[in-house]
Nanobody, 120 residues
Framework: QVQLVESGGGLVQAGGSLRLSCAAS???????MGWFRQAPGKEREFVAA????????EYANFVKGRFTISRDNAKNMMYLQMGSLKPEDTAIYYC??????????????WGQGTQVTVSS
């Protein structure tokens, strides 16, 4: 099992940057990890994923070139560096642990989420 806690969300102007963190306890290095987001009235959507070793990543098309996912297994941490933020990036961002891929159903463990708001 693994427990996940996100942090780093906040209010930022369009074009700005934020770094989200996901602190894990339990068998963190065993799991592939992902970031998802959910905006009001919309379904949860895939943002990025990283394999357990950190050696491979995947991104949603709408964040390619703007966001970078990374992890530090020695610290039980995962990160999402977000740049060139747009108002449409406004959502609650969740970290998740499970099997590498872009479907929420692949992930068994979820954090409580952190709010990101991008003002225009």
């Amino acid at each position: 099992q693994v427990q996940l806690v996100e942090s780093g969300g906040g209010l930022v102007q369009a074009g700005g940057s934020l770094r989200l963190s996901c602190a894990a306890s339990g068998r963190f290095s065993y799991y592939d990890m992902g970031w998802f987001r959910q905006a009001p009235g919309k379904e949860r959507e895939f943002v990025a994923a990283i394999v357990s070793s950190g050696g491979s990543t995947e991104y949603a098309n709408f964040v390619k070139g703007r966001f970078t996912i990374s992890r530090d297994n020695a610290k039980n941490m995962m990160y999402l560096q977000m740049g060139s933020l747009k108002p449409e990036d406004t959502a609650i961002y969740y970290c998740a642990a499970g099997v590498f891929g872009d479907s929420p159903s692949l992930y068994n463990y979820w954090g409580q989420g952190t709010q990101v708001t991008v003002s225009s």
